[in-house]
């Protein structure tokens, strides 16, 4: 049984050792190592020893199996992970990009793992395949992510409390401490490798991992240091589609089930220790400091009752259609009993379950990004725009309104996925509009042009509008899963498939085959670019063909500036006779001139 310490914040008790005598609650929580998220990013902690890191493996031994990646249930073997090299054959690589951490990630530390074998997934195949369940994982079962603004009262409750118990859950993975190199030579000298990475939580994970995939490099010359790995390159939907999968299934897995007989008491006003006790290992204690130790609807008041993690497998992340209420985000949405109403005297978010929500890897937290976040030290107040704040931008020439339905017609009238240079300098592009970077009136890229998903930002604001920390709110899975959404439509619109990816001339981490960093176990961009069918979900109200009942009424097909593609060539046999025939009477028409 391992216990790890919360420290509350702010006027919530502390059960201090010196104080057990006034103790009223000891609070355990029954972390049922089943429901454990099988992927996400960074590293399991069960391939942070010593031997695992000195070998670089992480092939674990899955529950119930005797051997590496469950090989001796057929599930899956130990391998070498190819990863393919960043080199000049790439059209974005520069030297200096060899001392970024992030280069052929996750090679500094692993370069074997569990290869699993048909629907078995995980990083010890432990695990189904996002779309499968079953012991077998031959069970197919699609989810249906809704309309947020649809939902019962009871359903849009259930997704606050989902995000907010996920903030007391100690993940199975844990994140660097220091980087690679620092960790490498620690290893090399055998000392211990608890210290060299972080605990977190399963919400704060999802928070780090953006994070470290939008930061720049450390440590290098400004002018050298931009490298984002899931926004500014063609990649953009797909990163964000894995990385929605691997959430929703952490969330499902989030979940306090009330049973038996344990008192909650949050009467008093001295601060809190809680402690959390896990199956997954035994022994000793992991201590999380300054970490958010609130519980839902509990302030107050006592409730009896034991609490273990359930697993909610019929949870879908909803979307929240920002077109249906340009001006401001739908009461709704932003209410003090959902995702709270900004006090417009400091921006700070306010309700019942985002009062002092607290917030990492913020550039005051890193040292405006030029140190690695620790998840445990953290800040109180998610923060939004005033109005005040609002206005000041439209002075300066910003349109601060959420995008229309018109605006996501625009963006999916392009057959394009992407086109060179496949960053956010393309134009006349799906991929490119629906990030945000081009006009939607001319389909052209311009300076400071922020539209569809990036303008969701920026009318939100606060953490929102910081791109590294901007999944601190709560707000982001639903603005991503809308986005996932406008993705979808797209890919059923046109059938492409990831053949439209380019291998080599997108930014690094971008291209076809790039693996999505910092995701474990790895998947490749390639491996995003099919239908949510395929990952075993699908969203309300679009059909097969990508159609929904707000598309567009009218028979606008313009693009904007940009050309027209020319009409699909559908056979090319015409084309052959044709070059047959001119062939064969050219030499002919020769002959008879030369008589």
Same mark, same amino acid.
């Given at each position: 049984?391992?216990?790890?310490?919360?420290? @509350?914040? *702010?006027?919530?008790?502390?059960?201090?050792? %010196?104080?057990?005598? !006034?103790?009223?609650?000891?609070?355990?929580?029954? $972390?049922?190592?089943?429901?454990?998220?099988?992927?996400?990013?960074?590293?399991?902690?069960?391939?942070?020893?010593?031997?695992?890191?000195?070998?670089?493996?992480?092939?674990?031994?899955?529950?119930?199996?005797?051997?590496?990646?469950?090989?001796?249930?057929?599930?899956?073997?130990?391998?070498?992970?190819?990863?393919?090299?960043?080199?000049?054959? #790439?059209?974005?690589?520069?030297? +200096?990009?060899?001392?970024?951490?992030?280069?052929?990630?996750?090679?500094?530390?692993?370069?074997?793992?569990?290869?699993?074998?048909?629907?078995?997934?995980?990083? %010890?195949?432990?695990? &189904?395949? +996002?779309?499968?369940?079953?012991?077998?994982?031959?069970?197919?079962?699609? $989810?249906?992510?809704?309309?947020? $603004?649809?939902?019962?009262?009871?359903?849009?409750?259930? #997704?606050?409390?989902?995000?907010?118990?996920?903030?007391?859950?100690?993940?199975?993975?844990?994140?660097? @401490?220091?980087?690679?190199?620092?960790?490498?030579?620690?290893?090399?000298?055998?000392?211990?490798?608890?210290?060299?990475?972080?605990?977190?939580?399963?919400? *704060?994970?999802?928070?780090?991992?953006?994070?470290?995939?939008?930061?720049?490099?450390?440590?290098?010359?400004?002018?050298?240091?931009?490298?984002?790995? @899931?926004?500014?390159?063609?990649?953009?939907?797909?990163?964000?589609?894995?990385?929605?999968?691997?959430?929703?299934?952490?969330?499902?897995? /989030?979940?306090?089930?009330?049973?038996?007989?344990?008192?909650? *008491?949050?009467?008093?006003?001295?601060?809190?220790?809680?402690?959390?006790?896990?199956? @997954?290992?035994?022994?000793?204690?992991?201590?999380?400091?300054?970490?958010?130790?609130?519980?839902?609807?509990? /302030?107050?008041? !006592?409730?009896?009752? !034991?609490?273990?993690?359930?697993?909610?497998?019929?949870?879908?992340?909803?979307?929240?259609?920002?077109?249906?209420?340009?001006?401001? &985000?739908?009461?709704?949405?932003?209410?003090? *009993?959902?995702?709270?109403?900004?006090?417009? /005297?400091?921006?700070?978010?306010?309700?019942?379950?985002?009062?002092?929500?607290?917030?990492?890897?913020?550039?005051?937290?890193?040292?405006?990004?030029?140190?690695?976040?620790?998840?445990?030290?953290?800040?109180?107040?998610?923060?939004?725009?005033?109005?005040?704040?609002?206005?000041?931008?439209?002075?300066?020439?910003?349109?601060?309104? +959420?995008?229309?339905?018109?605006?996501?017609?625009?963006?999916?009238?392009?057959?394009?996925?992407?086109?060179?240079?496949?960053?956010?300098?393309?134009?006349?592009?799906?991929?490119?509009?629906?990030?945000?970077?081009?006009?939607?009136?001319?389909?052209?890229?311009?300076?400071?042009?922020?539209? $569809?998903?990036?303008?969701?930002?920026?009318?939100?604001?606060?953490?929102?509008?910081?791109?590294?920390?901007?999944?601190?709110?709560?707000?982001?899975?639903?603005?991503?899963?809308?986005?996932?959404?406008?993705?979808?439509?797209?890919?059923?619109?046109?059938?492409?498939?990831?053949?439209?990816?380019?291998?080599?001339?997108?930014?690094?981490?971008?291209?076809?085959?790039?693996?999505?960093?910092?995701?474990?176990?790895?998947?490749?961009?390639?491996?995003?670019?099919?239908?949510?069918?395929?990952?075993?979900?699908?969203?309300?109200?679009?059909?097969?063909?990508?159609?929904?009942?707000?598309?567009?009424?009218?028979?606008?097909?313009?693009?904007?500036?940009?050309?027209?593609?020319?009409?699909?060539?559908?056979?090319?046999?015409?084309?052959?006779?044709?070059?047959?025939?001119?062939?064969?009477?050219?030499?002919?028409?020769?002959?008879?001139?030369?008589?």
């Amino acid at each position: 049984m391992t216990c790890f310490r919360l420290v @509350a914040i *702010d006027g919530i008790q502390s059960l201090a050792t %010196d104080k057990m005598n !006034t103790l009223k609650t000891i609070l355990c929580f029954l $972390l049922v190592a089943a429901a454990l998220p099988w992927t996400s990013g960074q590293f399991p902690r069960v391939c942070t020893t010593l031997e695992n890191l000195k070998n670089k493996t992480c092939c674990p031994i899955p529950k119930h199996f005797a051997e590496p990646c469950g090989s001796d249930g057929n599930r899956g073997t130990c391998e070498e992970l190819i990863i393919r090299d960043w080199n000049y054959s #790439y059209s974005y690589f520069e030297q +200096f990009q060899n001392n970024d951490e992030r280069h052929n990630w996750p090679h500094a530390l692993y370069n074997r793992t569990c290869k699993c074998n048909g629907n078995f997934g995980g990083y %010890d195949c432990g695990k &189904c395949e +996002f779309g499968y369940r079953g012991i077998h994982c031959t069970k197919k079962k699609t $989810l249906t992510r809704r309309n947020f $603004l649809k939902l019962s009262a009871q359903e849009k409750d259930r #997704y606050m409390r989902y995000i907010n118990e996920s903030k007391y859950f100690l993940s199975d993975y844990v994140v660097s @401490a220091k980087f690679y190199e620092d960790i490498n030579k620690d290893v090399e000298a055998g000392k211990d490798p608890s210290g060299l990475f972080f605990n977190v939580s399963n919400y *704060d994970l999802f928070t780090w991992m953006h994070y470290y995939s939008a930061r720049d490099t450390i440590h290098l010359q400004v002018a050298k240091t931009n490298i984002d790995f @899931a926004h500014d390159g063609q990649g953009f939907p797909t990163w964000h589609r894995l990385y929605l999968l691997a959430w929703e299934r952490t969330l499902q897995a /989030s979940v306090f089930r009330v049973s038996s007989e344990v008192n909650f *008491d949050f009467g008093h006003a001295h601060k809190d220790i809680i402690l959390l006790k896990s199956r @997954a290992s035994s022994g000793k204690c992991v201590y999380m400091e300054n970490y958010p130790a609130r519980l839902p609807d509990v /302030s107050g008041h !006592t409730k009896r009752g !034991t609490s273990e993690i359930a697993n909610d497998e019929d949870f879908a992340l909803p979307y929240w259609d920002w077109t249906e209420n340009p001006t401001q &985000c739908n009461s709704i949405i932003c209410s003090e *009993d959902l995702l709270g109403v900004t006090d417009q /005297s400091n921006g700070e978010v306010k309700g019942k379950y985002l009062d002092k929500w607290r917030v990492i890897c913020t550039k005051e937290l890193t040292n405006g990004l030029t140190k690695l976040c620790n998840p445990n030290v953290n800040i109180s107040g998610l923060k939004r725009n005033t109005e005040k704040e609002k206005e000041n931008e439209v002075k300066n020439g910003r349109n601060m309104t +959420f995008p229309t339905n018109d605006d996501v017609s625009f963006a999916l009238r392009f057959g394009s996925y992407d086109v060179p240079p496949y960053s956010k300098e393309s134009s006349c592009n799906f991929r490119n509009i629906l990030e945000g970077y081009t006009s939607v009136k001319t389909g052209y890229r311009l300076p400071k042009e922020n539209n $569809l998903h990036n303008r969701v930002h920026i009318v939100i604001g606060g953490i929102m509008g910081d791109v590294p920390p901007a999944s601190n709110d709560p707000i982001f899975p639903l603005h991503h899963s809308f986005v996932d959404r406008i993705y979808e439509k797209w890919l059923r619109k046109f059938g492409k498939d990831a053949s439209v990816l380019s291998k080599f001339n997108a930014p690094m981490g971008h291209n076809k085959n790039d693996v999505i960093v910092p995701m474990f176990p790895v998947y490749t961009h390639q491996e995003m670019f099919r239908k949510s069918l395929d990952f075993g979900y699908e969203y309300e109200d679009v059909d097969e063909k990508g159609n929904s009942p707000e598309d567009e009424r009218g028979h606008d097909s313009s693009l904007g500036d940009c050309p027209v593609p020319c009409p699909p060539v559908t056979s090319g046999v015409p084309g052959m006779w044709l070059r047959w025939l001119l062939m064969l009477v050219i030499p002919l028409w020769q002959l008879l001139f030369a008589y």
